[in-house]
């Protein structure tokens, strides 16, 4: 079954939403943009993440002493690189404990990460072409402007190992119930 990530979380009640909602991944904006969160707020947000969802950090640019604090005091399983990450980035992470997940370049689609992750943008609600992407070694990570309206054909045609959703589960900027549970719902009905 095709797993589910809902992005960008930002408060309590986003955390609340989740654990109620069980999606298989949540994730906590380290990059520059309005989802952007500091350390501490990581620190005391993926404390309350319910045992068994993985929490990610995402990153554009990593900062591995920002990443090596988070990991160590258990606050993430993983880290999305949502650029294309070298094999000492992959390594670097790996060494802090964390599985990987890496953007692939549309010229260079490869990466030695765990997973590949194709996205349009960066956190932009822009939804790429499904029916153009490359067939790689590794699982995929299909983000980008995915909604419950839109996640089924996504699956279906993309097949991918991971669905992964943030803006356009939000209502004036932020996280909305029922678009989340919608989500979720559509994702785990697909296929
Ligand atoms: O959300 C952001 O601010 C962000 C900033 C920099 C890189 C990625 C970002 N968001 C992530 O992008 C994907 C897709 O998001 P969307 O569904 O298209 O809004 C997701 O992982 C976001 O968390």
């Known amino acids: 079954m095709t797993q589910v990530k809902v992005c960008g979380l930002m408060t309590e009640a986003d955390v609340a939403l989740v654990n109620a909602l069980r999606p298989d991944l949540v994730g906590f904006v380290l990059a520059v943009g309005r989802h952007q969160k500091t350390t501490a707020e990581v620190l005391s947000l993926a404390k309350q993440v319910a045992p068994g969802i993985r929490r990610v950090a995402v990153v554009v640019a990593p900062d591995f002493d920002q990443l090596a604090v988070l990991a160590s005091a258990g606050a993430i399983d993983t880290v999305q690189f949502h650029r294309p990450a070298t094999l000492a ?5 790996r060494a802090l404990g ?3 997940i890496a953007r692939i370049a549309a010229d260079a689609p490869r990466t030695l990460a765990d997973v590949a992750l194709v996205d349009a943008g960066d956190g932009s609600g822009e939804t790429l072409d499904w029916r153009a992407l490359p067939v790689l070694a590794q699982p995929l990570m299909l983000a ?3 909604d419950a309206t839109n996640v089924a054909q996504a699956i279906a045609l993309v097949h991918p190992a991971i669905v992964d959703a943030s803006s356009r589960l939000e209502t004036g900027g932020a996280k909305d119930p029922a678009k ?3 989500f979720i719902a559509a994702a785990r009905n697909a296929e």
Not at 89 to 93: C, H, L
């Open 89 to 93: 980035q992959v390594q670097q992470a």
């Open 98 to 100: 964390l599985q990987t």
């Open 144 to 146: 980008g402007g995915l």
């Open 180 to 182: 989340v549970a919608a």
